[in-house]
């Protein structure tokens, strides 16, 4: 039987009955606008300007150097950690804010290495988030000719996990085709081979609901700036299981990881637990950006946002079947929802003059190479009229070609 056409009066009743969607008016949204890429960079919290300008000229302004101890500048690395810990179900001092997700990523496999000093093959996908890869090449560089990055296919990954491998490093949600790993078996079959599991939740962390401690897992990176909602270049997070802290000597041995950086003795000691995984004096302004956005997200049930996830992409999927149909798009990520994050990406031979002509109409997605349209679905703040319009706008540009004039095929710097 033919399912029933979805219309724009059902998207508004789902709206009525979304229990997320008081946190929309918590975010300063532009009027008019349809923003479906919080996966790359999240909206901003209506409640960060003004905690800014508190830290800003409060304590920047007035507290000066005191500030460290008085506002507690000094242990804002781990107070947000230990936030961002419960949104990925790790255990209390398991969670560090520090730095950015590349640079945490040579962390983590630093540690990685340590731990398993016999083996050195860093198992990854090639399709893999070019950063990750870039780092671990640079990483078996630094140490010489025996380790190496072995990059492969991802339905060749579980297959490749061997007793060779010191360290399987992949992303849980992946940044082109949305998707998504089952985070507990690949642990489990990294551990049954004697590596290290290093999951990247640059996609994941606020997207998609994480229970790493109940994975096993031992080494997560992720980033502030996407699903967190902790604005622009905000710094990254990291996870390091307990049951690895003391044997973690780390490779970027910086002061603020020193056991008593104030003692400034010659020597390096690391600090207990994870906060020697910190290495130099972290940005306070963007550490209070992040922490509003991370408060906002703890405010709203997991659960909830994972299944209103779920629902808006399924619906963006649905009505692009509905609609799309006739315009030669390709679905990217998985139908299956179980195996999806909270994007859903299609391809297109004119994926980068279609992504401008619609960001043009007020509905913001990206483009990322060669010809993917790619779409975020937040759940604090998007609404399912949003999808509908979204995927109306597609077909409407569609429609009229209007994707072929000459002002949308030109290339910008970030796409
Ligand atoms: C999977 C993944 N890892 C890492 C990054 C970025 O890392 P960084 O914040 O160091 O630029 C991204 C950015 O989109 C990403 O998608």
């Keep these: 039987m033919p399912r029933a056409k979805i219309t724009r009066g059902d998207c ?14 918590r975010f300063a949204l ?6 479906l890429d919080g996966n790359s960079l999240g909206a901003m919290p209506k409640a960060a300007p003004a905690r800014i300008a508190e830290v800003v000229e409060q304590e920047w302004g007035n507290g000066l150097v005191r500030s460290w101890n008085i506002h507690g500048w000094a242990g804002l ?16 001092g398991e969670t ?62 579980e297959g490749a996990i061997d007793e060779h491998v010191a360290v399987v490093m992949l992303t849980h ?9 089952d985070m507990a078996r690949i642990t489990e079959r990294a551990h049954a081979h004697g590596a290290i599991m290093l999951w990247d939740l640059a996609h994941s962390a606020g997207a998609v609901k994480l229970a790493l401690h109940e ?9 502030g700036y996407k699903y967190l909602n902790g604005g622009p270049g905000a710094p990254a997070f990291l996870f390091i299981a307990e049951r690895l802290h003391a044997l973690v000597s780390p490779a970027l041995s910086g002061w603020f990881g020193h056991a008593d950086p104030f003692a400034f003795e010659p020597g390096y000691r690391p600090a207990p637990g994870i906060a ?34 779920v629902a808006l992409s399924s619906l963006f999927i649905d009505l692009a079947d509905q609609l799309l149909g006739a315009f030669g798009f390709t679905l990217v990520s998985p139908r299956e929802a179980a195996q999806r994050g909270s994007q859903v990406c299609l391809s297109h031979p004119s994926a980068w003059p279609t992504m401008q002509a619609l960001i043009a109409h007020g509905v913001i997605g990206d483009f990322r190479a060669p010809d993917i349209l790619r779409f975020g679905f937040t759940p604090l703040y998007l609404r399912y009229v949003d999808v509908w319009d979204a995927v109306m706008m597609l077909s409407a540009i569609m429609e009229s070609r209007e994707w072929t004039h000459a002002k949308y095929q030109v290339k910008a710097a970030v796409t």
């Design 77 to 92: 690395q781990q107070r947000i950690g230990e936030k961002i810990g419960r949104l990925i179900g790790a255990r209390p």
């Design 215 to 223: 994975a096993d897992v031992d080494l997560a990176v992720g980033c």
């Design 276 to 309: 020697r995984a910190a290495v130099g004096t972290p940005p306070i302004i963007s550490l209070a950006a992040l922490e509003v956005g991370v408060d906002l997200m703890l405010e709203a049930s997991q659960d909830e946002m994972r299944r209103k996830s």
């Design 173 to 181: 949600v992946n940044y082109r085709t949305g998707r998504m790993w």
């Design 30 to 35: 532009p009027e008019n606008l349809i923003y």
């Design 12 to 25: 508004e009743a789902l709206d009525r009955s979304d229990r997320l969607s008081a946190f929309r008016d």
């Design 96 to 157: 560090l804010v520090a730095d950015s997700t590349s640079v945490n990523l040579f962390k983590m496999l630093s540690v990685a290495l340590q731990v398993r000093p016999d083996r050195r093959i860093i198992l990854s996908e090639s399709s893999n988030f070019p950063t990750d890869l870039y780092i671990a090449e640079g990483m078996a560089h630094l140490l010489g000719k025996h380790h190496q990055l072995r990059a492969l296919a991802s339905d060749a990954i």
